[in-house]
């Protein structure tokens, strides 16, 4: 506890914890925040003015980040026939339908994202409760419930990241390493930025990004300027 105690204080000694960033500081400080032995997640943590409580303020959907998550993504599809084989053309790990299902029954999930098409979600309907809870439901807001699945493994395995704001609306996600360079940085922020602003819902009223934080997986965050952000369109 000693250890972690004084590796914070050093990280926090690099942080004006009153003061909010303009982006392009926060990714310089944040890359100085660099600590653990293996390739940490920059993440981003936006609080939004919005009551997902009521299903037109709902935040959800999906984009593809320009240089990547920097993590290898495994990719299951339920499909059959041409659209079977356009996921194995496509590069998708694990391809199956009645035979996936069963193994999702035994509680065999290797894959971060699951594609189904359209006409077989009666069929994913079967394993729901397993799937809800660990984030990988298929959904058309995210693009994984489509007949384009050749499109769909694309995007999952260039870099697409999901997003859906939780109760208190709030929305983090991992948006790349620190090993990448700044601009990859920046273009990945700014795109996924860009992407909850295009889906501000109609009935948001006031600020939409009340506040936001940049951080990595092991450090303390550093606080953006939410108009800057907010200006990004």
Do not use: C
Not at 65 to 92: H, S
Not at 161 to 183: C, M, P, T, W, Y
């Amino acid at each position: 506890m000693a250890k972690i105690a004084k590796r914070l204080k050093e990280l926090l000694g690099k942080i004006d914890t009153n003061k909010e960033y303009a982006l392009n500081e926060a990714i310089d400080t944040v890359k100085t925040l660099k600590s653990a032995k293996f390739d940490e997640t920059v993440e981003i943590a936006l609080k939004l003015n919005v009551d997902p409580r009521h299903a037109d303020q709902m935040v959800r959907g999906s984009v593809v980040l320009p240089a990547g998550t920097g993590k290898k993504v495994r990719v299951a599809v339920i499909a059959k026939d041409a659209q079977a084989d356009q996921a194995k053309n496509a590069g998708a790990d694990i391809v199956g339908s009645d035979d996936l299902v069963e193994e999702i029954q035994k509680g065999n999930m290797n894959f971060d994202v699951l594609i189904a098409t359209p006409n077989l979600m009666g069929l994913v309907g079967k394993v729901g409760r397993i799937l809800g809870p660990k984030g990988l439901m298929p959904n058309p807001k995210t693009g994984t419930v489509t007949m384009d699945v050749a499109q769909a493994v694309n995007n999952a395995k260039s870099g697409q990241v999901n997003f859906r704001v939780d109760k208190q609306g709030n929305i983090h996600a991992g948006l790349g390493k620190v090993s990448f360079s700044k601009e990859q940085l920046w273009d990945n922020i700014t795109t996924f930025v860009k992407a909850i602003n295009k889906h501000k819902p109609a009935t948001a009223k006031g600020r939409y990004i009340k506040n936001a934080a940049l951080s990595l997986t092991m450090s303390p965050s550093v606080k953006l300027e939410t108009q800057e952000l907010l200006d990004m369109k």
